[in-house]
């Protein structure tokens, strides 16, 4: 779908995704034109998705946001799609012939965030995000030919990543972004993440190098070859690890986070740059 009235539509949801993860306009120079259109509603679907998931903070409201969701990607699936976004990927998702019940799995896994449980470990909390990732990125690779896990894998790194930046919001909400163990080798308790304290900042750069270790390691060579990302994941990958790299070094590595996320640092452009250059090859 490529008019008049789709675009610009399609450009006001841009403009959101653009000040959530500005790295992927970048990116997006880097597709072909003729799917630039598709990437970016997709990649725009993805993050209202996970708005509903983790950004509504009323429970109810966000229940009728993800309701509405589950409806419209029903309608998708059978061609009749309302939305400006769904419409855009319209002839996509005739041509892509996806199921109802995966758009579906993709709704109960963004339910299933809204009350999780601490988790153990890094796993486990993974785990609890892929929940709503792994549907995603089995969409993502049906409609675009990227590798589903690695898509799935780098949404939930993303994800444990800006959680862990609203740490204070996700307090007060009753979630623990963090996971049981990092705490416990830390001699931390939940009560005291809410202030600074060097146990809390050792925790904190902990955690972020071992996210930044995972996110890198979906950028090596090799494993891009075996497990394609796509050019708008590789340049979020690529951002997304270093910002965690530079979190992981920093004296406050919690207001680190929240000033790389804040725009696009030279070194944070030059990586998304050359990974989203890659994966046009």
């Given amino acids: 779908m490529n008019t008049e009235t789709s675009v610009a539509p399609l450009a006001s949801f841009e403009a959101k995704w653009t000040e959530a993860r500005p790295e992927l306009a970048l990116a997006l120079r880097f597709e072909r034109e003729d799917e630039r259109e598709a990437r970016a509603a997709f990649a725009c679907l993805v993050l209202e998705i996970e708005h509903a998931a983790f950004g509504i903070r009323e429970a109810q409201p966000a229940a009728i946001k993800l309701q509405w969701w589950a409806e419209e990607l029903a309608r998708a699936a059978k061609g009749e799609a309302r939305h400006p976004l769904t419409q855009v990927l319209a002839t996509r998702i005739a041509t892509a012939a996806i199921p109802q ?25 993974l785990a609890g995000y892929a929940q709503l990732h792994e549907p995603l990125g089995v969409l993502e690779a049906t409609l675009f030919g990227t590798d589903a896990t690695a898509v799935a894998d780098a949404l939930a790194i993303s994800r444990a990543l800006r959680e862990t930046a609203a740490l204070p ?17 830390h001699r931390l308790a939940r009560g005291d993440l809410g202030a600074e304290s060097a146990a809390r900042a050792d925790a904190l750069r902990e955690w972020f190098g071992e996210l930044a270790w995972e996110m890198s390691a979906l950028l090596a060579p090799r494993a891009l070859a075996k497990r394609p990302l796509g050019i708008l994941r590789a340049a979020m990958v690529a951002a997304d690890a270093k910002r965690l790299a530079a979190a992981a070094n920093a004296g406050e590595p919690l207001a680190a986070m929240n000033v790389v996320l804040a725009g696009l640092s030279i070194p944070i452009v030059w990586a998304a740059w050359r990974a989203a250059r890659r994966s046009r090859r």
């Fill in 169 to 185: 919001d996700a307090l007060r909400d009753g979630k623990l972004p963090l996971p049981l163990d990092l705490l416990a080798r």
């Fill in 101 to 125: 019940r995966q758009w579906h799995a993709a709704i109960i896994g963004a339910m299933a965030q809204r009350d999780p449980e601490p988790a153990a470990d890094r796993e486990a909390l």
